[in-house]
């Protein structure tokens, strides 16, 4: 099961060039046996994630054009995963 939250906007900055930043969330829950309970999967995640784009519109002769570059970022956390290591502390 998941769940997800985005945010996205859109900034014309000139008749041509548009900002479009991006922000979300996801939920991403696992239920690996029928006696698992939801939220305590192992495997579990939040994802937090972050962009943003820069659309370039036009013409190209005649025809309609869009470029479009951007950057993407996400982090993962696990809450209900832990390590053997850190059952018995710091490793070499």
């Given at each position: ?6 945010l ?9 060039w548009?900002l479009?930043?991006r922000?979300s969330?996801?939920k991403?829950l696992f239920k690996?046996?029928r ?7 192992l495997y ?5 994630g ?9 013409t ?5 054009s869009?470029?479009?570059?951007g ?6 956390r696990?809450?209900n995963?832990k390590s053997l ?8």
């Amino acid at each position: 099961m998941d769940h997800r939250l985005s945010l996205k906007w859109a900034r014309q900055l000139s008749d041509t060039w548009t900002l479009k930043p991006r922000l979300s969330y996801t939920k991403e829950l696992f239920k690996e046996t029928r006696d698992e309970k939801w939220t305590k999967g192992l495997y579990d995640y939040d994802r937090y994630g972050a962009g943003i784009a820069a659309e370039r519109t036009g013409t190209i002769g005649n025809r309609p054009s869009r470029v479009s570059v951007g950057y993407n970022s996400f982090w993962n956390r696990y809450p209900n995963y832990k390590s053997l290591a850190s059952l018995f502390g710091n490793e070499l």
